[in-house]
């Protein structure tokens, strides 16, 4: 069961949304004076639903609606048609674009069209779920591009809050984090993970190399609480635990 964390200054973290493995998806979103600043959408559009309703039961005069995706897998990706049809302006790293709209042999769909299709079918062969199961557990999922997109570090400012956009690529090329300095909260998306081995089969040792240079520069931040893909709400130290499992994989 989803569980919603206060983290001050009109700072949310959600932990325990549907992962396919178990392990749980982490979101976020933050008040500002007009806009609901949502990090990521979860996996299923009835996670997408529970992001949207409890964001609107802690508002007062927000009517506006903003989603920052953090990377472009589907655990953290499926739910943003919830978002679109709030009328979310979407933001995201250019390479997230890229994979979105990328084209694939044979049938020259873009990857935005197999996307749902393809984990369906991970969700059938590895997961043990019947097909029926999987489309209705994964809901009505549309995928579109981003409407805003980055190439690097760049603030964000929304109304009254300033939000650090922070490209943080090694667990993949669009991977970025989230830092509220008002609050000093980092939403680090999958750049970290809390107590359980890193997803590190999407790369390699130069990837590995990269994902600790993004960690350094995270672990430079004044960030008080991590809000990690998965796992816990947790602090600076899970930082040096996930730099400590990449150089022990290059070390072997």
Request: hydrophobic letters at 35%; one cysteine or more.
């Amino acid at each position: 069961m989803p569980e919603l964390h206060h983290l001050g200054n009109d700072t949310y973290g959600v932990t325990g949304l549907r992962h396919i493995a178990g392990i749980g998806v982490n979101a976020g979103f933050i008040l500002t004076s007009e806009t609901i600043v949502h990090i990521d959408s979860g996996m299923t559009i009835s996670d997408g639903e529970y992001l949207i309703e409890t964001s609107k039961e802690k508002t007062t005069t927000q009517d506006k609606v903003l989603l920052i995706l953090t990377h472009h897998h589907s655990d953290h990706i499926f739910g943003m048609s919830v978002f679109k049809e709030a009328g979310a302006k979407v933001i995201a790293h250019d390479n997230l674009r890229k994979f979105l709209t990328h084209r694939r042999l044979p049938s020259f769909k873009t990857l935005r069209d197999s996307y749902k299709p393809f984990i369906v079918k991970m969700m059938v062969n590895r997961f043990s779920y019947t097909k029926e199961r999987a489309e209705r557990e994964l809901g009505d999922v549309k995928l579109f591009p981003p409407d805003q997109v980055f190439k690097d570090d760049t603030t964000l400012q929304v109304d009254d809050r300033e939000l650090l956009l922070l490209h943080t690529p090694g667990h993949v090329p669009s991977e970025i984090s989230i830092y509220h300095p008002k609050s000093q909260t980092l939403f680090a998306g999958d750049a970290i993970y809390e107590g359980m081995p890193l997803t590190t089969r999407f790369g390699g040792p130069k990837e590995w190399k990269q994902w600790i240079n993004s960690l350094e520069k995270l672990e430079r931040l004044d960030a008080k609480t991590i809000v990690p893909g998965h796992g816990r709400i947790c602090k600076k130290d899970e930082i040096t635990r996930n730099i400590e499992y990449l150089k022990g994989l290059l070390n072997k």
